[in-house]
């Protein structure tokens, strides 16, 4: 089959899955109109594989089939590769300004990593293999879901008073049977399939009790028992121009809790089961972290740039870059992107094969890429609110340029160096990127999308080699001493 199109991905859609959004069910993910925007940008995704001068860049050959599969599936060997799976990503996430995090390649590379490295899923092996073929020669969209529902984090999974979480409850001929709930299924409105996976942040104690949810898997989005529940869309529809929230209306990805109603995961859909070992140490012996953090590395870049981007404009509509402290913080976003830049680079640079055979980026500089964006896209959003000020309180709809104050409208809501039409959009767009419903979503997602940055920070000291630096103000202090005796 290789690369689908957009067509072909809306079509897929429609399987019958029960998302329930707003207390009822949806019927048509692709036609609702609190989910069809997004649902339109995945099929554009898909549709820009599939344009002839994009080949290329966006897809390469399946090494079984010889079909056209998508780059992000590519398990790289060499430098070269990273920085043509840094293209695509970059052609993806240009498009969708770095706000449609969960565009399909975030999965597929991790899919691509644990088949690389599929060894260390021990009896599922070849489930994981198997899998990661069809997701890549079907062009399937996948969501995964990593963690347990928060119910009482001072107690692990297997340990609540409250028991809720997802875990297999028995086992027959077929497979096993799951019950519970996981969350978080970003994309899950979109996706064809669902992956369950452990979360590196979140280990099992090895215990009986705690082996029934030591369970990883994959099943199909319309698998029987599947029930996910949708968030509120971010803007409610019905809003009085499609201008008035251009990046809600367009790139919510949808985060949805899963519920499993005693749902049947046949056994070759398995990629581990009650091997408290395996679930917590499977990042670990994949290595995929690397892989993992490119991809963003590089969405966070994208949306680093749209954010500057944005400021320019801003501050040329009322000249306000003619103050120096407003320049200071064009020049931090300037900076951020810079900063970014150089991250992705030097972890391509610094590449090395890893232990399973796989060029992996280094992961000193993509890891910092995870612990500065969160703030480097906060900041981005209050420096467009400082920017912007009242101007961002006071624009109306866009449906206020054809309303019956439209001469009103037109002469009053220029600036210095725009149209009143002009401004509108552009402020519109400022306030949907920095201070909307839908902006603070992004915010959100910057900080957790990737797992709980504290405890991944303290990992971070924790694993780092810091004796040489010890060593070295040791032996500065013990210089200082000598210099001191000796009187110089
Ligand atoms: C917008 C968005 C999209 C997401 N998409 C996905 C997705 O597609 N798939 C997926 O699997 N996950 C997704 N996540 C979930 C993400 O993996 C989790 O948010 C993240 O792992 C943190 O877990 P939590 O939200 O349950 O927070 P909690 O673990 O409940 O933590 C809440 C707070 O308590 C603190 N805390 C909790 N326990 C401890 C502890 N033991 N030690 C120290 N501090 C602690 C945390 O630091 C945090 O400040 C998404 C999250 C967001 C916000």
């Known amino acids: 089959m290789g690369i689908r199109t957009g067509a072909q991905v809306l079509e897929g859609l429609r399987d019958g899955r029960q998302l329930y959004m707003d207390g009822t069910l949806v019927k048509d993910v692709t036609k609702d109109p609190r989910l069809a925007g997004g649902a339109r940008t995945m ?202 929230f251009p990046l809600s209306a367009r790139f919510d990805e949808s985060d949805c809790m899963i519920v499993f109603d005693d749902v049947l995961v046949p056994w070759e859909n398995v990629l581990m089961y009650r091997d408290i070992e395996i679930f917590n140490s499977i990042y670990r012996r994949v290595h995929a972290m690397g892989a993992m953090g490119h991809q963003f590395a590089v969405k966070d870049l994208c949306k680093a740039q749209f954010m500057m981007s944005l400021a320019f404009s801003l501050v040329r509509t009322t000249k306000v870059d003619e103050f120096l402290h407003i320049q200071g913080m064009l020049a931090e976003l300037i900076n951020s992107v810079q900063v970014l830049r150089s991250c992705i680079l030097t972890g391509e640079q610094e590449a090395e094969l890893s232990p399973v055979g796989v060029m992996a980026p280094a992961m000193g500089p993509i890891g910092a890429v995870r612990y500065l964006f969160p703030e480097m896209f906060r900041r981005s959003c209050e420096i467009i609110q400082i920017i912007g000020a009242g101007g961002l309180a006071m624009v109306p709809s866009f449906a206020e340029v054809n309303g019956p104050l439209a001469e009103d409208v037109k002469t009053y809501y220029q600036a210095a160096a725009a149209d009143s039409t002009t401004r509108i959009r552009l402020f519109r767009l400022a306030v949907d990127a920095s201070m909307s419903t839908f902006s603070g979503r992004q915010q959100l997602y910057e900080r957790y999308f990737a797992g709980d940055p504290v405890r991944g920070a303290g990992n971070l000291y924790q694993g780092f080699d810091k004796e040489p630096y010890v060593a070295r103000i040791k032996a500065l202090l013990e210089r200082f001493e000598r210099e001191e005796a000796a009187g110089l």
């Open 43 to 244: 099929a554009q995704l898909f549709d820009m594989q599939n344009q002839p001068e994009l080949r290329d860049e966006m897809t390469y050959e399946s090494p079984k089939t010889g079909e056209r599969v998508g780059m992000s599936f590519l398990q790289a060997r060499t430098r070269e590769d990273l920085a043509r799976k840094r293209g695509m990503y970059r052609r993806w996430h240009d498009h969708t300004l770095g706000m449609f995090g969960r565009a399909p390649d975030f999965v597929n590379v991790m899919l691509s990593s644990f088949a690389a490295g599929a060894d260390a899923f021990g009896p599922y092996a070849k489930n994981m293999t198997a899998y990661y073929e069809k997701a890549r020669d079907e062009d399937r969209i996948a969501t995964h879901s990593l963690t347990n529902p928060q119910v009482d984090r001072t107690h692990n999974v297997a340990a609540q008073a409250k028991d809720l979480a997802a875990k297999a409850v028995r086992e027959t001929d077929a497979g096993i049977i799951i019950r519970g709930a996981r969350m978080l299924a970003t994309l899950g409105a979109y996706s064809d399939d669902l992956l369950v996976m452990p979360a590196p942040s979140y280990p099992l104690p090895n215990t009986e009790e705690a082996k029934a949810f030591a369970i990883g898997f994959t099943i199909p989005v319309a698998t029987k028992g599947v029930k996910l529940v949708n968030r509120p869309a971010s803007i409610a529809p019905g809003v009085a121009s499609s201008h008035d």
